[in-house]
């Protein structure tokens, strides 16, 4: 399965586009966040009747962690999961890189906190104590990306075992905070976590920072990934 973390449907054809030449075989679930009253649904739908999709409408924003639980909950026996962003275009058969048991592959690293503000943050105090890991104060850990990753079924279920579905990020600050927990979260369960990029997407180009008016686009041989800031708190 693969699940989309999408606001609105700036990205989503375009998404399913790539899907649909890569990974049309796959069940697609896309969370829709900050929903409008599901207007694009149908035309989703239509556009590609061929994909088995289904959309969750969201009038919160649950951003990447919450949308990844929320499709889980609805679809909790897939045999592998695939969490992207809708503006992460996937590029090429996600069953290659599908990981082994314990294990997570994720799109995009960092290693360690890149911004050492974050340790004090409060979704990172808060998650430490709930899942009893150590705040580290080096480098001894993998930001994930966008909490974008692949993982199997018996990955996940230990996930949900230890209680993790039962957080998510309420704004950029506790999204930025949760990539760093997640690396925490997984060497914490021994979770091994392998990557294709040590390089994460740009947030500038020489325009400068990324927006609206500004997307800057970041390309490799496994996906494009665009960002945009949305303009969102």
């Given at each position: 399965?693969?699940?989309?973390?999408?606001?609105?449907?700036?990205?989503?054809?375009?998404?399913?586009?790539?899907?649909?030449?890569?990974?049309?075989?796959?069940?697609?679930?896309i969370v829709d966040n900050i929903s409008?009253?599901?207007?694009?649904?149908?035309?989703?739908?239509?556009?590609?009747?061929?994909?088995?999709?289904?959309?969750?409408?969201?009038?919160?924003?649950?951003?990447?962690?919450?949308?990844?639980?929320?499709?889980?909950?609805?679809?909790?026996?897939?045999?592998?999961?695939?969490?992207?962003?809708?503006?992460?275009?996937?590029?090429?058969?996600?069953?290659?890189?599908?990981?082994?048991?314990?294990?997570?592959?994720?799109?995009?690293?960092?290693?360690?906190?890149?911004n050492p503000a974050y340790k004090k943050?409060?979704?990172?105090?808060?998650?430490?104590?709930?899942?009893?890991?150590?705040?580290?104060?080096?480098?001894?850990?993998?930001?994930?990306?966008?909490?974008?990753?692949?993982?199997?079924?018996?990955?996940?279920?230990?996930?949900?075992?230890?209680?993790?579905?039962?957080?998510?990020?309420?704004d950029r600050n506790d999204a930025c905070?949760?990539?760093?927990?997640?690396?925490?979260?997984?060497?914490?369960?021994?979770?091994?976590?392998?990557?294709?990029?040590?390089?994460?997407?740009?947030?500038?180009?020489?325009?400068?920072?990324?927006?609206?008016?500004?997307?800057?686009?970041?390309?490799?041989?496994?996906?494009?990934?665009?960002?945009?800031?949305?303009?969102?708190?």
């Open positions: 399965m693969i699940v989309i973390a999408s606001v609105g449907d700036r990205f989503i054809y375009e998404n399913l586009k790539y899907i649909n030449k890569h990974n049309k075989n796959e069940k697609i679930c409008q009253g599901s207007k694009y649904f149908s035309k989703v739908k239509s556009l590609y009747p061929n994909l088995d999709i289904d959309v969750i409408d969201s009038q919160k924003n649950l951003r990447e962690w919450g949308s990844w639980w929320a499709a889980y909950k609805k679809y909790p026996n897939e045999p592998h999961y695939c969490f992207i962003h809708d503006s992460m275009y996937l590029k090429q058969d996600i069953k290659k890189y599908i990981p082994n048991n314990n294990e997570a592959y994720a799109f995009a690293v960092r290693r360690g906190w890149v943050s409060s979704f990172i105090l808060k998650t430490s104590k709930m899942f009893g890991y150590k705040i580290e104060q080096g480098n001894n850990f993998y930001l994930i990306y966008g909490c974008m990753f692949i993982v199997d079924q018996q990955t996940i279920k230990e996930m949900e075992r230890v209680g993790i579905m039962s957080v998510h990020a309420k905070s949760s990539e760093r927990a997640l690396g925490h979260i997984f060497k914490k369960l021994g979770i091994r976590v392998t990557y294709f990029t040590d390089k994460t997407p740009s947030g500038r180009n020489k325009r400068g920072l990324n927006n609206l008016s500004n997307p800057v686009i970041t390309e490799n041989d496994l996906y494009i990934k665009i960002r945009t800031g949305r303009n969102y708190k």
